[in-house]
């Protein structure tokens, strides 16, 4: 049923404000055609839009969200090899300064590494070995032979020192009676005859 000027005055309206509600109506339809327009075009972009999503669909296999997940699993496992050689990293050198600290030689220090298995040593939070004592102790058993131990010696020397025995007097040499002896005393002594 449309609004017309007939029906307007069927229903007993005064005539001058019959014309102000047909211009009204006439405002109102066309805002709701220019609406109906608009959204008609949207929604025919919409089907395009949907008609193209579901081609692209239908032509790629590929699973987006199983792709992300083993992207995002590739990533974690990265992140955790570059964590753990990090941590070796500094497993590693901790114990090499514990060995250094052992007295460990310089000189076998990284032969030492090579053959020592570092897989059970962990760190502290602090980033110092834990169980260091034990690891010492460990180390200093298995490794003695290549710790350096310093050894003291005394001064050569290419004379031996005068045996402490008593030095004879000037008469105590003169009353040897052998006279080779008393020779031998008297160049043992020969500040007591003055050459």
Known sequence: MALTKNL???MGIEPEKISTI??????SMKNLRTDRDAYKEKAEKFDAAQSELDTL?????????TKFENLQAEYDKYKTEQKNKET???????????????GVSDKRIES???VTDLSGVKLDKDG?????????TSAKTEWADFIATESKAGATTTTPPATGKAKMSKADIMAIKDTGERQRAI???HELFGF
Do not use: C, F, P, W
Request: glycine share 4%; proline share 0%; net charge negative.
């Open 8 to 10: 307007l005055v069927s």
């Open 112 to 114: 030492v590494l090579k």
């Open 128 to 136: 110092g070995l834990v169980n260091k004592e034990e690891l010492e």
């Open 57 to 65: 669909k239908a032509s790629t296999s590929v699973d987006y969200k």
């Open 22 to 27: 047909l211009d009204e109506h006439e405002a």
């Open 88 to 102: 070796a990293t500094k497993v590693r050198e901790g114990y090499k300064q514990m060995l250094k600290d052992i």
């Open 187 to 189: 160049a043992q002594n």
